[in-house]
């Protein structure tokens, strides 16, 4: 069968570099039709074309340019239906806006938002703004984590910058979302739905890597800035109107926190958080100021 040549464990050879595994399963799955990638060589171009026609999937080449990295690739988007990718394609010129995200078939409240973050309220970073926007006192869906989705979050040479000694921390580590969005809330009654019918969908071609990937997606975060956040190594469950979490140290992927605050969540087993996101229990701990809590959970 074609897709599982495209969408398995240890593909080895068949990956190319600019399409990630989530992107291309929501166009076998059907909750997009369309998809923005890249392509950086020939060899990369021949193996699209065989992947569009074992999949019947069209092509449309975009432009050049250099992508974060700063290396040479093409823009390009393929696709299930024709006259979507004409309306992608028209979209193109123009990427901050509202059509470029429809084209694409992202939910439009999803879009929206993201909008209004790059746009009006971009001085912090943008799972801030999605927490912010989410109703408290909830466990959220481990397919809704986007904590280490850096595309479209990226701008500045600094913040290119950190990403690059992220990578260097966490080398070789699959750090792919489920969703290839990002959400307009952690709770976005549409892609909490469209999230699991994708999980669902790669769960039936590619068993253990995504359940290596729901694992550290499931993991509750301690979040302060794009680069700076704790995985707890633990669950979170509700109990009293609190948040529980019981863990064991701080999980991959490791982010840049000081060694003094990583430390300082590695020394308890346990925290006890309010609805309201702060930590209660142990009531002392020595963080630095300004954090968020998400409870990412394996239990939906
Ligand atoms: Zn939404």
Redesign the pocket.
Known sequence: MAIGKYLADNLGGARFSGLQLNDLATLLCGIKSVVFTSINSAEENRRVDSLCAELKLKKALLAHRRNVTNTRIIDILIGTNPKKIIDARRAYANVASPEWGLALGY?E??VR?YLDWRFNHNSGDLIGYIHQRTAGGKLLPFWMNNTVNYFSRLFTPEERKDNLAFLKLNPGQDRESIITWH???YL?A??MKKGKTLYEFMRKYMPDTISRRKAMLSKPVIFWDKFLFAVLNGNCRRKNRRFVVDYNGISRPKSLISAKTERALASFPRLSIGENGKITVPRSIPLPKGYIFLPFSAAF
């Open positions: 939910p409240c999803c938002a959400p307009c809330s976005c549409e892609t």
